[in-house]
């Protein structure tokens, strides 16, 4: 089993920025995928970003490539998202997710494990 914590999201200005950490504890850490995804009111969840176990390759969704970033410290056994630029159509709930695999990493049915979700609010 993995547990995930996530923590950071909060309101911010158009333009502004955040930095979301997911704390896992449980599986070992170092042999798992991360992944974000959002959710806002009345919309499928939506891959962010993803992050692989071995050799950290990243992948993010094309509204995002240049603004977020995702990065892991596995020494502290946390995923990390840095949002820069944000818009307010990115208001939403925020999810970290991880999962063994290395492929289909965009899929929200590849993650095994999930966590509560963080709000993020962006204002315009």
């Known amino acids: 089993q993995v547990q995930l914590v996530e923590s950071g999201g909060g309101l911010v200005q158009a333009g502004g920025s955040l930095r979301l950490s997911c704390a896992a504890s449980g599986r070992t850490f170092g042999y798992l995928t991360l992944g974000w995804f959002r959710q806002a009111p009345g919309k499928e969840r939506e891959f962010v970003a993803a992050?692989?176990?071995?050799?950290?390759?990243?992948y993010y969704a094309d509204s995002v490539k240049g603004r977020f970033t995702i990065s892991r410290d596995n020494a502290k056994t946390t995923a990390y998202l840095q949002m820069n630029s944000l818009k307010p159509e990115e208001t939403a709930v925020y999810y970290c997710?991880?999962?063994?695999?290395?492929?289909?990493?965009?899929?929200?049915?590849?993650?095994?494990?999930w966590g509560q979700g963080t709000q993020v609010t962006v204002s315009s």
């Open positions: 992050i692989t176990w071995s050799i950290d390759t990243t």
């Open positions: 997710a991880a999962t063994t695999s290395q492929s289909r990493l965009r899929a929200p049915n590849e993650y095994y494990y």
